[in-house]
């Protein structure tokens, strides 16, 4: 869920040449969010099932769909998100594997069976989820507490990065005007646009590739993933992770099988493999994000288990509102997201 | 079938493989973008196969939909990035022109190996070396340390993010594009002109004026040219260093590609670029035309 398109891009190349000669048995391959699953579960999978297993990045949505669309095929299983995998099964590009049948899917908690068009989890497998907050330089920005506090560090003239991501940025408008992120309505749209370009002075850049500016206090704070805690973790004197007390959107990626999978049975393998809870226990232990797998969570390290940033309370979690795809209304957005990046 | 009849078929069985491979990979694409351009967009992604003529409405002023609005923003966007382009284009000339003469005047071996360390940079990722510009140009980077040690400013500069800065890079990463054409026409400058000239008691102001520039005119018109159609359409410099706030046309045209799932309207400004750059070529034909005949 986390990395700058323009790296995955590089990478982007690769991918298309790979699929030709991957349809020996024995391989399973995937097309997931650059560093979004743990290096050590797809070798634990390797080790129990000799399944070879080679791993593609992609920086966004659009970007994986346009991918698929345009007839890439060798993938077995993406990653998308959840008003993507609903896309994806309107535009008929998943298998169906029947993985909510399975007995050990007793496991996942049902209120991530999101998927309006998956209702009883026929195709995909909830993943992992998260929030999306502020990443903050302790000395720079001292102890932040939500979107109001971030905006307002133009005052003392320091500035903050956004993400370069239009429901995300034109969302924390609306989080700040009380209108839903899902909003198809064009007044609420521009207003909640407007408050964006109102607090445009605070912000420097809109990017992913933030942390590194919060790290060495060039910006004072970034709108970032919870995954921030992993640096938090690495420099917890410098730097704080928080979901804004006003709210906050979240994000939850499902596991899907193409309907174009060359190695179906291996990619049905790989989903059973990931029903088990110290699988999904050991992905959390290094991307520090939630799971939805509710035994993986009492084996979890405790102080990721305890941060509520990355399991927050009840009444933080109702604070969380998760993206729909808006269809043809996302033009809405599209048009006041230019009118956010050429204000000055 | 006389010797002359023989050649022109070899030369048309040789000509037919790269003609075709332009006509299927150029002109079928191209072809392409212009069909989209006049479609409605697919809710997720792609193309309706419905006409459409708002796409072109939006940039040029009829468009006045619920979804299709004119917004003069768009050419306000592709006048900016024309600007920032031909400043590009003007900072390669300058660094490359004395450049390019200062090394054709160099020992053979010494030349070779400048003109290998002028085209080095290709070796390396484009974007690992614009996340080193990143590193230079922040608030506390190598410039603003630098010019603070030297006691120049007392408080960091804003460099990154902004106009600046992607001028910075796009310079940096089309020097070569520059230099290369440059250093052509610079190496084949005649001296012995540059010498009858000064003995016939121009200035070297005259000189360069009257006889150094206009010999080198088609190097420095070539070189601009195919640094001005690149800088042109860039998103990766303005997106890295300019931190997707100085938007240019290639960074709109990408958020509708991918993002904003509006191709038909990519395509429309895709065609924006693609008729200034014609214009462009138009021109430099016309030109050079005008130089030939004057010579």
Redesign the interface.
Known sequence: MTKSPLLSAVFAVAPALVPAFAQAEGELNLYNWGDYINPAVLEKFTAETGIKVTLDTYGSNEEMLAKIQAGATGYDIVFPSVHMHDIMYQLGLLAETNIGAHPEFKNIDPQFIRAETDPEAKYCLPYAWGNVGIVYNKAEAGELKGWADFFALAESGKKVVVLDDLRETIGIGHIMNGTSVNSTDEAEVAAAAQYVVDNIEAVSAFSYDSIPLVTSGDVAAAHWYVGANIFVAENPDILGYVIPEEGATMYQEDICVLKSAPNYDNAVKFMEFYLKPEIAALNVEQQMNGTPNIPAQALIPSEIASNPTIYPAQDMLDKLQIFVDLGRDLQLYNSEWTRIKTAQ | MKLSDRKTWNLRALLAAPTAFLLIFFFGPLLIMVVYSFLT?G????VDWTFSHLNYGRILGWADT????F?P??L??FLRSLRLAALTVLTCVLVSYPAAFWISRMPKARRNMAIFLVTLPFFV?L?VRL?AWVLIL????FLNQGLMGLGLTSEPL?F??TDFAVIVGMTYVFIPFMFLPLYASIEKLDSSQIEASMDLGATRFQTFRKVVLPATLPGIIGGSVITFIPSLGNF?VP??L????V?MIG??IE????????WPFGSALAMLVMAAVLCLLLAQLKLARTTEERA
């Open positions: 967009p809710i997720y992604g792609g619920k979804y299709e609005k917004d923003v768009f306000w966007i990722s974007i996340f922040r608030p506390t980077g804003e990154l993010y990766i997106s890295v300019g931190g997707a706030k938007v960074n709109l958020q509708q590609f991918l993002s904003a799932r509006n």
